[in-house]
Structure formats: C-alpha cells, structure tokens
C-alpha cells in the first residue's frame, strides 16, 4: 500500500472501516500503524500482536519457542521428543569438533555427506550456534 495515513499523513500500512463490518461498514481509510493504534486504543502493531498471541497459547499450556536441532514436537503440540536424523547429525558435530575439526571443516563434512539441514545447506555459522547450544 503506497498511500498517506488519512489522519498524520504518514505511510499507510492498512484500511480502517470506519463503520464496523460487523456493523455493515464497508468504505475504509487508509491509516498507519501509529493511528490505527490510537483508534482502537491499544496498541496493534505487529510485534505487539504477536507478544500478545505468544502470551496467550503459553496460558493455555501450549508449547511457544523453537524447536532445537535433533528434537522435534510431540503429537501433543507441547513436549519435544528426539528426531532420529537430526540426533545423528548432532552426534556427528560432537564427534568431529572432539577430534579437533574447524567449524567450517564441520560444515563440509555435514554438507558432503548429506546430512540434514533446516535450510538449504549447512553454513559455518550455522555450525557454530549449533555448537554454542548443544555440542
């Protein structure tokens, strides 16, 4: 949307209905997030949509976070249980930095044998968060 903010003049980032939908409304105006914000009388920007959604599935028991490498989410959504593929490739990187290899010799080992990776494929950085974390 490359339109002004109805009230500041900024940058619109959506469209208000000014009559509720479920009033019937149906014509909008363009407002920034700032604005829109002011208008509902909380804020309702994105990052703050989302601290409030995370909040809300932690009330309810529900798992938030991510899922480290070598674990994924049990059928029940909230406990972790290990996967098989990835704990292979964790004991692989164990096993090579023990025996002294450079992250980046770990990265083209993982790379030449195929092992799994949650991108495309294993980086140096990448290696090294992992070993910051698990290793």
Known sequence: MNVACFECGCKAQHEHHVVPRSKGGTKTIPLCVTCHSAVHGVDISVPALTRSALAKKKARGERVGG??????????????????????????????????????????????????????RWHPTTVARLIRRCV
Not at 79 to 91: C, D, I, K, Q, V
Not at 107 to 117: D, I, Q, S, V, Y
């Open 67 to 120: 899922v480290p490498l070598g674990a994924r989410v049990a059928p029940d959504g909230l406990t972790l249980e290990t996967e098989p593929s990835e704990a292979e490739t964790l004991e692989l990187v164990r096993e090579l930095r023990t025996a002294g290899a450079s992250i980046r010799a770990i990265a083209t080992e993982l790379n030449a044998r195929g092992m799994p990776a949650r991108g495309e």
